[in-house]
């Protein structure tokens, strides 16, 4: 009887010793449930790095961007795209917290664009706070003397240089809430007051009126009014004018947004082709 009674311990011992697994089961199971979830199809709609992961897939594949964005827009190929945001950065570093845009990284955009026969058109987005005159005037004769058709629209301030940005496409917009600050050149720093730097100043200060005036449909007289008007802006000569007033003076062509302005720049790729046949 002793011996049955201990037994039976002995067995249920045994049994419950068989129903637990090992450490050798336990890691056999583990590595099942690692290669089972290895084979379960991916997510689509993530980018994995390589090409190739996804072609079984029905669904698009799109790219993860670092905003959290899932989407990616494919580029219009025969349409070049320039933006001219911040300020515009000279022969001078500006400082790396402030937002500009650098006319070495413009002009070549620029030259490409006129290069390539895939690009039929070029569309300018403006929003700056000016910046080196210089630079700005380079771009905007470079965008200026291109034989394709250019449309620019200032979306946010196409202000000081930005002005002769502007007016340098074929066709030019301005967004309903846009606005322009039209002011003579000024500069920071030291400044050696002999005549021959006034006279100086004055020369750039013509090449740069000459040039809006050439290229835009505002009266001589009434764009120097506006740029040496000293009611409008505290402590500084000049006017800011919003959308409505600069197209009425003709300094820009028409109030619109993106959508206007690309189906005015895709009827002059039209008229220019039709020219060409």
Do not use: W
Not at 128 to 135: I, N, P, Q, R
Not at 217 to 246: C, F, K, P, S
């Amino acid at each position: 009887m002793e011996n049955k009674d201990l037994n039976i311990p002995q067995q249920s011992n045994q049994s419950t010793q068989s129903k637990q697994p090992s450490f050798n089961d336990m890691d056999s199971q583990r590595n099942y449930k690692q290669n089972k979830s290895s084979v379960e199809p991916k997510n689509p709609f993530i980018f994995s790095g390589t090409p190739n992961d996804n072609e079984d897939s029905d669904q698009p594949v799109e790219n993860v961007k670092q905003v959290g964005s899932i989407t990616q827009v494919e580029p219009v190929k025969d349409i070049c795209f320039i933006s001219i945001i911040g300020e515009i950065e000279g022969h001078s570093s500006l400082p790396p917290q402030s937002k500009t845009t650098k006319y070495e990284h413009i002009i070549p955009l620029i030259i490409g664009a006129e290069m390539d026969p895939e690009i039929k058109g070029v569309l300018i987005l403006i929003n700056t706070m000016g910046g080196d005159v210089e630079a700005g005037l380079a771009i905007s004769e470079l965008v200026a003397s291109i034989s394709k058709p250019t449309v620019s629209i200032v979306l946010g301030g196409g202000h000081s240089i930005g002005t002769a940005l502007a007016v340098s496409a074929e066709y030019s917009f301005i967004a309903p809430t846009g606005t322009m600050t039209i002011h003579p050149i000024r500069t920071s720093g030291l400044v050696i007051g002999v005549p021959q730097t006034f006279r100086y100043f004055q020369k750039m200060q013509e090449r740069i009126t000459n040039f809006i005036v050439m290229n835009s449909n505002v009266d001589r007289q009434a764009l120097l009014d506006y740029m040496y008007d000293t009611d409008e802006i505290a402590n500084d000569v000049g006017t800011v004018l919003n959308a409505e007033e600069v197209v009425s003076i003709g300094l820009i062509d028409e109030i619109g947004g993106f959508s206007k302005a690309m189906k005015k720049l895709r009827e002059l790729i039209d008229k220019m082709e039709r020219q060409v046949e």
